[in-house]
């Protein structure tokens, strides 16, 4: 038999991954592993959805897009993020992850590298090494709210570098970049001639910080801004997200690694997604509310139990360092599943800067929530020598290699 010599034989298996699998043998098991709201899509964009289903909006479309939901889209990328855009300038995607691996696609090959934050959302990494493409790192400290320090994104940079990858509100750890830092970078990445791939799947979900586009300080069409509609209006299972870029060279090279790859985003998901955009707001807010006490409440639960964490700032995510327990997150999220029947990532699934910690999903229904964390402490606090293989529940090896 012929064997792959496709690059993508280098990919790991995501952790997070891993720990969902585990939970879902488990009948019991509280779900705070993955990142996905507890709230349904709008009742307005189910519908809108189907209605247009229902009078044929079915077909094939561009391969960037719909005219109409590209220039709503510039439209609320000029009044909500205070870009100059029109709708030349937008790229709808399947997914927001499908508009960056596009993107690395497009702006990078073999014997290239690009940086991410450590710790990482490993989907990055992933869409990289598909492409041929290394993957560089800068730390993100807990100690510094998992803020980033300019000096060591451009201490990062070697000359295989061709983009700097910032992601603000932050998967994993809910950090949210200060507008001095985003300027900072798009400097570091005029001087250093590099593209500058700015994640902003959260920027609805901010509690104590205000969300800020690296694209703003852009003078030269070098940052390319990722969007998603999953987190923003509960649409996960819709697969829709889209780029934005002021270089319509970029623009045009997307266009072509969309018709490669996919033809063109859903039709029907597109039509919801216009509906999601131009209707009623108020599941946003509330769901951004709910998210915040949430957020608190957990704070003040595991601060009450005395076990750390970094308050986040956005999204939807807690890191909360178990390392009084043992530094081996993997170790402890496979125990907390066996023994406690609670579901979290482990932080090692995040890259070296995730070790020692778990990640908690805020997007899981209150009382499960606090439920689990109650258990995470127990387990905490009574920890001992003995504890489950790295892979290994029930005897079966599980984990990545």
């Known amino acids: ?19 969902m699998e585990l939970a879902m043998r488990d009948p019991e098991a509280i779900r705070l592993e993955i990142g996905e709201p507890d709230v349904p899509t709008p009742e307005h964009v189910v519908a809108a959805a189907g209605r247009d289903a229902a009078a044929g909006h079915t077909g094939y479309t561009s391969s960037t897009g719909t005219p109409e939901l590209r220039a709503a889209l510039a439209e609320k990328v000029r009044r909500v993020n205070g870009l100059d855009v029109t709708a030349a300038d937008v ?11 596009m993107a690395i696609n497009a702006l990078a090959g073999p014997g290239d ?9 490993p989907n990055w990494r992933m869409a990289a090494v598909a492409a041929g493409v290394e993957v560089g790192t800068y730390p993100a400290h807990a100690a510094n709210g998992f803020v980033p320090v300019l000096a060591d994104i451009a201490a990062a940079v070697t000359p295989a570098t061709r983009a700097i990858v910032l992601c603000s509100p932050n998967n994993p750890t809910g950090a949210v970049y200060p507008a001095e830092l985003l300027a900072g970078v798009v400097e ?6 590099l593209w500058v791939l700015a994640d902003e799947c959260y920027e609805a979900i901010t509690f104590d910080a205000p969300h ?56 029907v998901s597109q039509r919801a997604a216009l509906a999601a955009l131009t209707g009623p707001q108020d599941d946003v807010a509330a769901a951004v509310a709910s998210y915040r006490e949430r957020r608190d409440a957990a704070v003040a639960l595991l601060a009450a139990r005395g076990v750390p964490c970094v308050p986040p700032l956005g999204a939807f995510y ?6 009084a327990a043992t530094p081996d997150s993997e170790a402890f999220a496979l125990r907390l599943l066996d023994e406690r029947h609670v579901s979290v990532s482990p932080g090692s699934a995040f890259g ?35 504890e489950v293989p790295a892979g290994a529940v029930d005897g079966a090896v599980t984990a990545d290699s």
Do not use: N
């Open 1 to 19: 038999m012929p064997h792959s010599t496709s690059p993508v034989t280098r990919m790991h298996r995501s952790g997070i991954r891993t720990l």
């Open 91 to 101: 790229v709808v995607t399947h997914g927001a992850m499908h508009g960056l691996a």
């Open 113 to 121: 590298e690009i940086l991410v934050p450590d710790p990482e959302f």
């Open 188 to 193: 570091l990445a005029r001087e250093r001639d």
């Open 212 to 267: 800020a586009s690296a694209a703003a300080f852009d003078t030269d069409g070098r940052v390319l801004t990722f969007f998603s509609f999953s987190k923003t209006y509960a649409m996960t299972g819709w697969r829709l997200g889209y780029v934005v870029s002021r270089d319509p060279g970029v623009i045009d090279l997307l266009g072509q690694v969309a018709e490669a790859t996919v033809a063109c985003p859903s039709s």
């Open 318 to 323: 807690l890191m909360v360092d178990v390392s």
């Open 352 to 386: 070296p800067g995730g070790e020692g910690m778990v990640r908690v999903s805020l997007a899981s229904e209150r009382s499960a929530l606090l439920e689990g964390l109650s258990r995470l402490a127990d387990l905490v606090a009574a920890w001992d020598a003995v």
